[in-house]
């Protein structure tokens, strides 16, 4: 398991901002990773585009739609974080699902993480049950899986947590990333119940987008997870972005510190 | 087996929001599935609802003019809602009602899954919503009326290429938003465990009276056992009780499209690798870095990149073959079959007959072949028109 991720809880609440990689272009994803290290990101998970995501709802989907439509693909991608990775030293981690990573070959792909810098992987489409497709591999490599729970996990959390390393992924709500007014679901009694198994650090994610979320979610757990609102921004600003989302990330950092 | 392997085939790839739905599907199928009750109940509905038996027809005519095998066609098309849909469509919404759910959800390509879903929720007073890919609401508008009719809400799917794989992840998609009261009643043998099963156990009808009507009429098996492959499900339906007898051939005609060679097809066994999608690892039509690839079928329920992963298994262990089928072939058929025996095929199953009029020539007169007709064609005429340069209204 990657060291670094640990070390991004170390110093108070985390604010992890996810991008999808590729997305306007490679060049704004890779000034973006420094960017937003600079505006105090803990962590960052980029998005390895895939056709089909079945957890995404529409902002992030479409940002798959234009980062593969804009030429990135695996490859291109794995060099655009080795090039920022010269200067970013905060933990990384891709989002991807299972079959990119598979069709890819998992050896390949995980020998490709270490050298390119990243230290994670959140699959979600690869519950606990059907873990075993990629573990072995990454614990050669050293490349952590980042668990996720749910709302419906229930009795399934205290099994993940066990298992789990590097952080949980805590799915607030329901339904698939986006951003939500509301957030209905008892977010505390879910870390609660990691809490009593582990102590691997436990970070919200899904329908979080004002610094008030941010600030209540960070409150209950050890970070907040933003995607959809910083997608949106690259959608709005395109290649003009970078400034944008890092003062968005600042803003949010500052709110996750006050929780 | 276990998770739901079929060799490495199968699994349940899903999000873990699904996960407790998923395992409550299967432990509830598990238990209704030996419960006599449950059982009668479907039993009776398939009789007396459905109209099963199918009939096992024999093409006179066709054996005739093509000269070699016998050809028997087993008329699914005659069930209600004029595929065999309905099968998979009773026992899964029968299931939802004994589980408490007051809601189900369904993709569909063509429409005939969407359909009988949406009988079958109007049947047992279901709420029922119906997610159709918009290229295929355009082309199967009829169908989507007709869903309407039965009370469904239908929800056209805009994402990706707007065909029947992006009904399904707005399906599951939809199933992560409203899991408590609700039941994905998934329509081919595809899917996380259980459905790969659960599908196949409620289509494995067909092949078990296909093999009783055949033994009553010749007394013998057949040589083979014809089937059009989307996903598979009425292909497993006729295979699975064969899959034993080994001196049954089995073959599965996937949707060649304007042909392999060309980008434009849906052929996963053909052209496919091994992948991980809509919760099974199986056969897809993909690229090197995973993305799965944007295929083409002149039949929309055909038109999907993967297949079942019992299928994928039944291929690498050869026992069954899948063949490719343009839609140049698909078509010919579809107006042959019209034209000889005036029974007019789906497109999907126009597959099938296509390759029976291939090998039948080819084969003694004394063999016998049994092609799997899954749906009727009453859908694909104004389809069929256009193709063929008419503009018809419906």
Redesign the interface.
């Known amino acids: 398991m990657s060291d670094r991720i640990a070390r991004a809880f170390d110093h108070g609440k985390a604010f992890i901002p996810f991008i999808t990689g590729g997305d306007t272009s490679l060049e704004v994803t890779r000034q973006l990773l420094i960017a937003m290290e600079e505006a105090g990101a803990d962590l960052v998970e980029i998005g390895l585009?895939?056709?089909?995501p079945?957890?995404e709802?529409?902002v992030i989907?479409q940002a798959n739609?234009r980062a593969?439509a804009a030429g990135c693909?695996?490859d291109k991608l794995f060099d655009v974080v080795k090039e920022a990775r010269k200067t970013v030293e905060i933990p990384l981690v891709f989002l991807t699902?299972?079959?990119?990573?598979?069709?890819?070959g998992k050896e390949k792909f995980m020998k490709r993480c270490v050298e390119c810098g990243i230290d994670g992987l959140i699959v979600?489409?690869?519950?606990?049950?059907?873990k075993g497709?990629i573990q072995q591999v990454c614990r050669e490599y050293g490349v952590s899986i980042i668990s996720?729970?749910?709302?419906?996990?229930?009795e399934?959390i205290k099994a993940?947590a066990q298992e789990a390393e590097g952080f949980i992924y805590v799915?607030s709500s329901?339904?698939?990333t986006g951003v939500r007014k509301e957030i209905t679901t008892d977010v505390a009694e879910m870390t609660d119940m990691v809490r009593q198994v582990t102590d691997v650090p436990c970070a919200v994610g899904f329908g979080i987008s004002t610094p008030e979320q941010a600030e209540y979610m960070a409150s209950v757990s050890d970070g907040a997870i933003v995607g959809s609102a910083i997608v949106r921004l690259v959608e709005q600003y395109g290649e003009e972005c970078v400034p944008v989302v890092a003062d968005y990330v600042r803003k949010m950092k500052g709110a996750v510190e006050r929780a | 087996m276990n998770n739901g392997k079929f060799g490495i085939f199968g699994g349940q790839y899903v999000p873990e929001t699904l996960m407790t739905a998923v395992h409550e599907v299967e432990q509830a199928y598990e238990k209704y599935k030996a419960d006599p009750e449950f059982q009668a109940e479907l039993d009776d509905l398939l009789k007396n609802y459905a109209g099963r038996p199918s009939l096992l027809y024999y093409a006179e005519k066709m054996t005739k003019d093509l000269n070699g095998a016998k050809i028997y066609i087993k008329r699914e098309d005659l069930n209600h809602t004029g595929s065999h849909k309905i099968n998979n469509v009773l026992g899964q919404v029968l299931l939802a009602k004994k589980m408490g759910k007051t809601r189900v959800i369904a993709e569909t390509g063509a429409g005939q899954h969407g359909v009988a879903t949406a009988t079958a929720a109007a049947l047992m007073d279901m709420e029922c919503e119906i997610f159709m890919g918009k290229e295929d609401t355009d082309r199967q508008a009829l169908n989507v009326f007709r869903m309407e009719l039965l009370g469904a809400k239908v929800h056209a799917v805009t994402s990706g290429t707007m065909t029947l794989k992006d009904a399904v992840n707005e399906t599951m998609r939809e199933w992560t938003r409203r899991v408590d009261d609700t039941f994905y009643v998934l329509g081919s043998v595809m899917g996380p465990h259980p459905y790969p099963v659960i599908v196949r156990d409620f289509q494995k009808i067909v092949g078990e009276e296909i093999k009783e009507q055949l033994m009553e009429r010749e007394g013998r098996l057949p040589d083979a056992v014809l089937a059009c492959v989307g996903g598979g499900s009425n292909a497993m339906g006729a295979f699975y009780e064969f899959i034993p007898e080994v001196s049954v051939k089995l073959i599965g005609c996937e949707a060649a499209g304007l042909g392999v060679d060309t980008a434009q097809h849906a052929a996963a066994v053909e052209k496919g690798s091994v992948g991980v999608f809509h919760g099974m690892k199986s056969l897809f039509c993909q690229d090197q870095d995973g993305q799965i690839a944007p295929v083409y079928s002149i039949s929309a329920g055909l038109d999907y990149p993967g297949i079942g992963p019992e299928h994928a298994y039944l291929a690498e262990t050869g026992r069954a073959s899948y063949v490719p089928v343009t839609d140049e072939e698909a078509v010919e058929a579809f107006e042959y079959l019209s034209r000889m025996e005036g029974i007019i095929p789906a497109l999907e199953s126009a597959h099938a007959v296509a390759y029976a009029k291939k090998i039948a020539p080819e084969m003694g007169k004394d063999q016998i072949i049994v092609v799997n007709l899954s749906g009727r064609g009453d859908k694909d005429v104004a389809a069929i028109a256009r193709y063929r340069g008419v503009e018809i209204y419906e």
């Open positions: 585009p895939f056709s089909d079945i957890a709802g529409v989907q739609e593969l693909t695996t699902y299972i079959n990119p990573i598979f069709t890819y979600p489409d690869l519950p606990l049950e059907e497709e996720l729970i749910a709302p419906t996990s229930k399934r993940i799915i329901l339904g698939v």
